[in-house]
């Protein structure tokens, strides 16, 4: 079963996809924010072109474990997401996704310009990876 995992920002939706046997987490695209409806058709769009089991949507909280603000509008996403799809929606929490991400870029050694910009497609990357590895153990 092939997994969606989803990198949800105020401006940018990191997407990025599991293989057949959700074991290696690629990156797929990064949708443009439009409006929460259109953005969550295009992510639906691209889970039933890609004959997708499951979508996970990456959550961030808070130090008290409650949703922050962005944690609270990617569950305003995934409800959304649920009236657009019949794909079973989870979410997942995504701290330090994106400094994650980040950080695997340098050890990799991708330049510093080639770094400079967005990591939202690499968040998404690393919050499947990270859900995938925890459904191993």
Known sequence: MRILAIDHGEKRIGVAISDETATIASSVKVVEHISRAIDAAQVADIAVQN???LIVIGQSFDEEGRPNPAGRRAGRFAD???NQTNIPIEMWDESFSTQIARSARIELGVSRKKRAGHQDVF???V???SY???KRE
């Open 123 to 125: 968040a998404a990357v």
């Open 80 to 82: 959304e997401l649920k």
């Open 132 to 134: 995938l590895e925890s």
């Open 127 to 129: 919050i499947l990876q």
């Open 51 to 53: 004959n997708v089991g």
